[in-house]
């Protein structure tokens, strides 16, 4: 059975990308993976207080990325009876999705064009053309 | 509010009893004495035989533990310096620990409490004073010191306090009660007096050096770049010190944490700046660079006008070394603590790098562009951050710009850094609560404008004074675990040679 994975990110973007993972997997009877990356890099600066509170505070992102952001995704695809999985975790979005992807031998990746904010992808480049460059397996971009 | 409204009270008094005085100078007049007599008992001069000049009992006491150290852990500060760039860069770091405090990060924090005006201004009143030659002291002592910090910093994560709730707390208090309590019970007394001697230091040190040296520097170089004596800001020191502290309250006590991440984000793109255009300045110049190292070689053993000769210049490389780096202070042990990992000993090889940096490469840099360009040549009585300044500015005139900037930004983050420290220490004395953490906070923001009223010489004594003087019971502890150190670092050590650590690349 193979592996949809599909990254989101809060937005109404992420939500086009999983409705059209839904369409797919459907129609292929794969199985899905939703992905929700918290941007985060190890060599970013931080004050003192900062990491003293760090712990905690990751602790806190991941809690609420899976209550607030995974489950409500995930009720919404197993009420149409495809098997998924769920995963938030930290780091820089369009690599982790891409090792992600590599580790478990995913078919494609799913992602919404739009996602950051205007500025900052027009000089970086968004997650997806990020992905599209790097990705190891076929990207679908999502309007 | 309280110590607030006590401040305004103390101002006012001295406005009104001093008619014919500017505020900057009552305020200065208050303070000298105290500074004077701080200075007095931490600078004891030890009498040495032979030479007029004794060394003062406080750099004797970093320089013989740095000497110890580096020997007791066999060369560590050498040897260990490339496993410790794979541990910054990540390469020892599980992949499940991503989102938590990395070994960069905890690194980054430290440097930015210590990276600042001990650097720039520091090394400039070392030189004005020592000559070329006690950059030469400086940069030993910056090597010997990197083996004093991996020791604080392996203890300060080994003994730090984990609370339940995923917050951390740790530093020399915490190594000081209860790691001489673990290790030598018959001591447990004496441990819990080292910590509270420490916290009360440290909350010194908080003030003198964390904020007043700072402030003080900072408007010293505003000053500079609005026409020196002819500045219309001269005598409103205190005006520019109430301006910081209004910046500094909103960042601790307001809990604007914007401010403080843009600090934090630019703090080290200005030391990058700083360095790249030291470095700029000393390749144009690199014909100059064999004679300027000359100098500083010839200098050091044969100074020539420096007040106690030989040992006078030894002594005031190693103290500015020092009071740059801070190692044997404790200081960095309190920022370096909050790192996630299982094996202490990593943090203090990464925090070698912090004494590397901030001593060795950037102060070098200032010392050889300063001597390069010829700055000290009739530079009477500029010092401090000035002296840099000029020297900078001969060869871009733009430069004391930037440096303004730089200083401003150095000095905002290391108040923030240090009243951070402070603020540990006063809640290991008196217990965590917000209330308590308000009456430190408020009491910060005076201090503030103290610095910025008073000259460089009196702050500087007291500045000096109070850190320097959280060394004693620091290293005290230190002496009694080194060998809590040692055996982490022999099975550590072992591991690493013997392949067993995984890497993850």
Redesign the interface.
Known sequence: MSLYLVGIDGSAGGERALEAAIAMAGESQSRLLLVYV?A?S???????????????R??E??AIAHSKLLQPLLEKVQAQSIPVEGLA???HPARKLASLAEEHAARMIIVARSGDKPIKSRFFGGTASALTQSAGCPVLVVP | MISLRIALAFCATFIASSAHATLDEVIDRAISPLSDALSAAIFYEIPLPMVDQGVPFIVAWLVIAAVVFTLYFGFINLRAMRHSFGLIR?RY?PPDA?????H???L??AL??TVGLGNIAGVAIAVSLGGPGATFWMILAGLLSMSTKFAECTLGVKYRNEYA?????GGPMYYLSKGIAEQHPRLKPLGKILAVVFAVFCIGGAIGAGTMFQTNQAFSQLLNVTGGEASPLNGFGWLFGLGIAFLVGMVIIGGI?SI??VT??V??TMAIVYVVAGLTIILLNIDQVPAAVGAILDGAFRPEGVAGGLIGVIILGFRRAAFSNEAGVGSAA??HS???TDRPVTEGLVALYEPLIDTVVICTITALVIIITGSLVGAGDIEGVALTSRAFESAFSWFPYVLLVAVLLFAFSTT??WS??GLKSWTYLVGEGKTKELIFKFSILPAIVVGASINLTSVMDFADGMILAMALPNLIGVYLLAPVVKKELQSYWADYKSGRLQTYD
């Open positions: 918290i985060w190890p060599f970013s600066f931080s004050t003192p207080e900062e990491n003293a509170e760090r712990h905690r990751r602790e992102e991941l975790t930290h780091g | 990540g770091t991503v989102g938590e405090v990395t960069f990060q905890a980054a924090t930015s409490g709730d995923g917050t951390v707390s944490k403080a991440r934090a984000k703090v080290p309190i920022a909050a790192v996630r923030i850094a951070y420290y």
